[in-house]
């Protein structure tokens, strides 16, 4: 079966999010440490950016590093901080040449400034890229992302500038990390677990969530095309009925985007 082929391009999400989880697992069943599955996860994402961009996505969120990893063993989180700079270096060519912008959405000013460094430098180079949106999320904590957006809010409410009946569903979402973004219509999560773990909770709302027990160091573009498929299989009603939804013409949720 041609996957590819029974995929229909006007009905492919503008926003894919994939939680990559799996990494340690799948170097742990090879007899090798953790952080060989995370460089073999790299060869993974560039795979499925390439297959993102071939397709016609808009935008592709990576959940790469969240606020709880920073508890992980020092070892391991040095060696991802080294791996993330190595790998933005290896690809930021490559990136500008595929037409893909990347972005980057977390606490920032928490990652080592060598990385800040490098991460700034690939935003800057790829700035003008009209294709694929790449996003990042690194020292992401989605719950902190919220209480940030309450904070920045409140303060314009303080100063006068907001009036507590203005806000609204729109004006939180453009206080968010991801305002200027559509929300991902599929989110895929690797290696089994099936849960969402702090992971775009406010943007995920009317997601099609897909979870599959691949290891990510293992998913490749068949699994990605698989989940479109998927995806293109279900019927996304909005609160509304078959019959409504059958009737008119489907409607994408309304996100955050310019």
């Given at each position: ?47 499925i ?46 990136l ?19 990385c800040?460094?490098e ?16 996003v ?16 920045l ?17 729109e ?33 995920l ?12 160091p ?41």
């Amino acid at each position: 079966m041609n996957i590819p082929e029974l995929l229909d391009r006007n009905k492919l999400p503008r926003h894919i999010a994939i939680i990559m989880d799996g990494n340690g697992r799948w170097a742990k069943e090879r007899g090798e440490d953790r952080v060989h599955g995370h460089y073999e996860g790299v060869v993974s994402v560039r795979e499925i950016v390439d297959a993102c961009g071939e397709i016609g996505i808009g935008y592709l969120t990576l959940y790469a590093f969240s606020a709880e990893n920073w508890n992980r063993p020092k070892e391991e989180v040095d060696a991802l901080m080294e791996l993330l700079v190595n790998t933005i270096r290896k690809e930021v060519d490559e990136l500008k040449k595929n037409n893909v912008r990347m972005h980057v959405i977390g606490d920032f000013e928490s990652l080592p400034e060598i990385c800040r460094v490098e991460l700034n430098e690939a935003i800057e180079i790829t700035a003008s890229n009209t294709g694929l949106n790449l996003v990042l999320a690194l020292s992401y904590s989605s719950r902190d992302e919220i209480a940030r957006a309450a904070r920045l809010i409140a303060e314009q409410v303080q100063a006068g500038k907001l009036k507590c009946e203005e806000i609204n569903d729109e004006l939180i979402g453009r206080h968010l990390y991801t305002s200027g973004f559509p929300d991902p219509e599929l989110m895929i999560r690797t290696s089994g677990e099936c849960r969402i773990s702090n992971f775009l909770l406010y943007q995920l709302a009317y997601s099609e969530l897909y979870f599959t027990n691949v290891h990510w160091p293992d998913f490749r573009k068949p699994h990605l095309h698989e989940a479109l498929l998927n995806y293109q299989q279900r019927e996304r009603r909005f609160g509304k009925t078959s019959e409504q939804i059958q009737t008119n013409q489907p409607q994408h949720v309304q996100g955050n985007e310019e």
